[in-house]
């Protein structure tokens, strides 16, 4: 005679091993799947990465762009000297006619 309450129950195991077995098989593929995504991002970038480096490298700043740029910041530099030379001159202008225009009040 046949005991189907054991073959019920034999039919459950084979029925959950094969969902476990399909359940880990979903969840490998989806995950090498994730990870393929992110090397396809990370492989993107670095090709960016790369080509800005390329471009920076080929425009390289040399000793001689350095000292023109230093020889325009001297320029600039003495400009503004003089115009602090020009500014203190009026400021003394300023105070002399100040004070002049308030003894002038003082002896009306």
Do not use: P
Request: hydrophobic letters at 45%; proline letters at 0%; a neutral charge.
């Amino acid at each position: 005679m046949i005991d189907y309450k054991a073959l019920q129950f034999w039919l459950m195991v084979i029925s959950l091993v094969g969902n476990v077995v399909v359940w880990l098989g979903v969840w490998i593929t989806n995950k090498d799947k994730a990870h393929g995504k992110d090397v396809a991002a990370v492989k993107c970038d670095i090709q960016k990465v790369d080509k800005r480096v390329t471009r920076l490298e080929e425009n390289k700043i040399g000793h001689r762009d350095l000292a023109a740029v230093h020889e325009r910041i001297d320029r600039v530099s003495d400009q503004v000297s003089e115009m602090k030379g020009s500014l203190e001159n009026i400021g003394g202008s300023v105070d002399m006619i100040l004070e002049h225009l308030l003894k002038s009040e003082k002896k009306s």
